[in-house]
């Protein structure tokens, strides 16, 4: 079992320039969620995606935007980057009632 | 709403002696918890989770926390720190999303934990 894969590893971006991110979940799983890990912080809940809809979402910008495809894999896409984005981004996924495993991130560096 | 407060961002601890990271909640509704590490540059690892059962949780790697109520506490411990036990640790609260899933994770800040030889 692979586990959450996310991809890329690293990126950076230009400030203004839009990016997207994914995630294929662990084998079986059908919920995603996104995480935003500031520097020095805790992850902070970007949104949740069951069923290709989005189920919950945190206090973030329309910037901040997601899809969820039949395969259960997910997007998370950001538009007009500020350098205030530059963090570890975090999938997670789960099954009805089950906890959360978390992939290894995306590094987002926004010059 | 809900919330976690982790008391102290740094924790040192010597090599074999008892580790101990704080971790309060505020929820209005009972409460799923949960302890993650996470090593430099890496995801997050599920070390134990309180999901209304026993109040006493065992966790991989050594660790249990014990869910107190009436103190609104998760506190982790493990007997005897190891070197490789030196990571952030993070505690988390999340509540029944309907019954579809755990819902969101809110996280408190984190502790780091530095093991002295």
């Known amino acids: 079992d692979a586990g959450v894969t996310q991809s890329p590893t690293h990126l950076i971006k230009t400030r203004g320039q839009q990016v997207t991110l994914r995630c294929s979940p662990k084998s079986g799983h059908d919920t995603v969620s996104w995480y935003q890990q500031a520097l020095g912080q805790g992850p902070q809940f970007i949104f949740q995606?069951?069923?290709?809809?989005?189920?919950q979402r945190g206090n973030f910008p329309d910037r901040f935007s997601g899809h969820q495809f039949p395969n259960y894999s997910s997007e998370l896409n950001v538009n007009a980057l500020l350098l205030g984005d530059s963090a570890l981004y975090l999938c997670?996924?789960?099954?009805?009632?089950?906890?959360?495993?978390f992939g290894q991130g995306t590094r987002l560096t926004v010059v | 709403a809900q919330s976690v407060t982790q008391l102290g961002s740094h924790v040192s601890v010597s090599e074999g002696a008892l580790v101990l990271l704080r971790c309060n909640y505020s929820?209005?509704?009972?409460?799923?918890l949960f302890w993650y590490v996470q090593y430099p540059n890496q995801g997050l690892q599920l070390l134990l989770k309180y999901t209304s059962a026993a109040t006493l949780v065992k966790g991989i790697n050594g660790f249990e926390a014990e869910f107190k109520k009436s103190e609104t506490s998760f506190h982790l411990t493990k007997p005897s720190a190891h070197m490789s036990d030196a990571a952030e640790y993070f505690c988390a609260v999340s509540v029944d999303a309907g019954g579809t899933s755990y819902g969101k994770l809110t996280f408190g800040q984190g502790t780091i934990l530095t093991v002295h030889p």
């Open positions: 997670a996924s789960s099954l009805i009632a089950t906890e959360a495993f």
């Open positions: 995606y069951y069923e290709e809809e989005e189920r």
């Open positions: 929820s209005s509704v009972p409460p799923y």
